[in-house]
């Protein structure tokens, strides 16, 4: 029997175009302090967010996703037609089946693109990039549009002291495909699963629905996170990821541009940024205090920011970094396109 044929791919990928879409309801602090019995100097000062971003009804997760999508199209000069891969970061797409990617690949007008979700939190944008970057260089798709998106307003109970303030909703977009010069640098991820209850759903779904023999409580499960331990937990281990994140794209610190962490809280950028020793000419994506915490919908939603600003430009040096429930991290240095 002769061998198989083996696929060969670009030599190299980049990402070639972001794009982002921000939920229309902008909700100050003043707005939740009521029913958490809270202020916004506590809000603030424990997080950093003034303001979050929520979705009104006809903003679903399609409907952010291909709104992000076009831009990031637009920005990369190609067209749906040209993505034969669509891979959707997410944890508030309230179907267990089918795959959210199955319609945002239609609603685009994908040339029936392979299309599927991934669930890792708020990391699960980071993991999409290493996957996609991979697809291009072992040769299984040519370009790869990768989507972080949530809709964390379902999904938040909003007289949770500890979560309330903190959760939003977007969606972010990037386009991976083939590049001259290397433009995603290796992938370090990884899970801490002893720490699996710190950022979880509150209610198992058996419960909320139930059986006939006993009936479910009937309430939508929330998101529950313990803040101190994630704190401690992310200060302490993530600003090693990174620095090993920029060892294996051959990079120091001194090498940067542009710093990118998940916007999960003001106070662990800050302690991220003290604990690499970051050159104070980096640029540091501070979305969260106008966005808050969109998880999956996070890194590329503060990286078009820092892109549409003017902060971050063509041919920049980044490092992407994100942690989120499981726990689930990655991190990856990428050339700004």
């Known amino acids: 029997m002769s061998g198989l044929t083996q696929q060969r791919g670009a030599e190299h990928a980049a990402i070639l175009g972001v794009g982002a879409y921000r939920a229309s309801r902008v909700v100050p602090n003043a707005d939740i302090v009521e029913a958490i019995d809270s202020s916004d100097e506590w809000i603030q000062q424990r997080s950093g967010i003034k303001e979050r971003r929520f979705a009104e009804p006809h903003e679903t997760i399609t409907m952010m996703s291909v709104e992000a999508s076009r831009e990031a199209l637009d920005a990369a000069g190609l067209t749906a037609k040209d993505i034969d891969c669509v891979i959707v970061a997410t944890v508030s797409h309230l179907l267990q089946t089918p795959a959210a990617a199955t319609a945002v690949a239609y609603e685009l007008g994908t040339d029936r693109a392979a299309a599927f979700d991934i669930s890792a939190a708020c990391a699960g944008f980071s993991h999409g990039i290493a996957m996609a970057a991979d697809l291009v260089r072992g040769g299984s798709s040519r370009h790869v549009l990768v989507i972080g998106v949530e809709r964390l307003s379902d999904i938040t109970d909003m007289r949770d002291r500890g979560s309330a303030f903190i959760f939003a909703d977007g969606a972010g977009a990037a386009v991976v495909g083939p590049s001259d010069v290397p433009g995603i640098g290796p992938v370090v991820w990884g899970s801490d699963g002893e720490q699996f209850d710190l950022i979880r759903q509150r209610e ?48 120091t610190v001194d090498d940067l541009d542009v ?20 050159p104070p000419d980096v640029v540091i994506a501070r979305d969260i205090a106008e966005q808050g915490n969109s998880s999956a919908a996070s890194i590329p939603l503060a990286l078009h920011r820092l892109i549409d600003e003017g902060q971050a430009k063509s041919g920049d040096t980044a490092l992407l970094i994100a942690f989120g429930a499981g726990l689930a991290y990655a991190a990856q240095v990428v050339t700004v396109p």
């Open 204 to 251: 198992d779904w058996r419960d909320v629905v139930g059986s006939p023999e006993k009936p479910g409580s009937g309430v939508m499960p929330h998101l529950v996170m313990q803040g101190n331990p994630v704190f401690r937990w992310a200060s302490f281990t993530m600003a090693k990821v990174a620095i090993e994140a920029l060892d294996r794209a051959g990079i």
């Open 259 to 278: 710093f990118v962490p998940h916007q999960a809280n003001m106070r662990i950028i800050d302690a991220m940024a003290r604990s690499m020793k970051l």
